[in-house]
């Protein structure tokens, strides 16, 4: 099993432009969400999916979309980049009940 | 899901045992307490999880206090290895897919 997979790992956007952080999970897990680590800060929940079609918002949603349109895959849209949307971004996935989650491992994102 | 409270940083010998405190004074019946651990700029890790019990795994043991409104997180034997940012999160199993972090406690191991 390959965990949680996060494309790509490293990414540089100019201001204005968009792109799709992908996050795959070949677990059959329910949970997905996704995380953003600013450098010496913790992790905020941006969104977050219970199942394939259902998601929410969490701490820090604006600037951000998210699809789930199957079980494996919750893409991170960026619709138009900022400087303030420099930071690390993890994707999660857990069983539906008690279990932790399993992150991938990041995609490093600076926007100029 | 309630806040969590842990101290900033921490330090341990190694070989002995870190004892991680967490304040969770806000927590609910359902919820439960998670920690997970982030070496350097790696994706976190789940070391373990309890309601009200102590629970004990391979990697880490979790005492629980009987009110629940703290918890300490120890690792019997640190090495070098477990320098990391150690996170303390509840989460409720009603509403399982929101998981907020907070800031962690960075623990360093010294020789």
């Known amino acids: 099993n390959a965990g949680v997979t996060q494309t790509p790992k490293f990414q540089v956007l100019k201001t204005g432009q968009s792109m799709t952080l992908q996050c795959a999970q070949d677990m059959n897990h329910e949970y997905m969400s996704w995380y953003r680590q600013d450098p010496g800060m913790g992790l905020r929940l941006i969104h977050y999916?219970?199942?394939?079609?259902?998601?929410d918002q969490g701490e820090v949603p604006n600037g951000y979309n998210v699809s789930r349109s199957t079980t494996e895959d919750f893409p991170l849209r960026l619709l138009s980049a900022a400087p303030s949307q420099t930071s690390v971004y993890f994707c999660?996935?857990?069983?539906?009940?008690?279990?932790?989650?399993?992150f991938g491992s990041g995609t490093r994102l600076t926007v100029v | 899901d309630a806040k969590t409270t842990q101290p900033p940083s921490m330090d341990c010998a190694e070989g002995r045992a870190a004892n991680l405190p967490c304040n969770h004074s806000t927590i609910s019946g359902n919820e439960y307490v998670y920690w997970y651990r982030q070496i350097h700029s790696q994706g976190p890790q789940y070391i373990i999880h309890?309601?009200?019990n102590n629970e004990t795994n391979e990697m880490a043991s979790l005492i629980i206090t009987e009110d629940r409104k703290s918890s300490t997180l120890i690792l019997p034997h640190a090495t070098l290895r477990d320098t990391a940012v150690y996170y303390c999160?509840?989460?409720?199993?009603?509403?399982?897919?929101?998981?907020?972090f907070g800031d962690g406690t960075t623990l360093t191991v010294k020789p």
């Open positions: 309890g309601l009200k």
């Open positions: 999660a996935s857990s069983h539906r009940l008690n279990y932790g989650y399993t």
């Open positions: 999160i509840v989460r409720s199993h009603s509403n399982a897919g929101k998981s907020t």
């Open positions: 999916s219970v199942g394939a079609g259902i998601t």
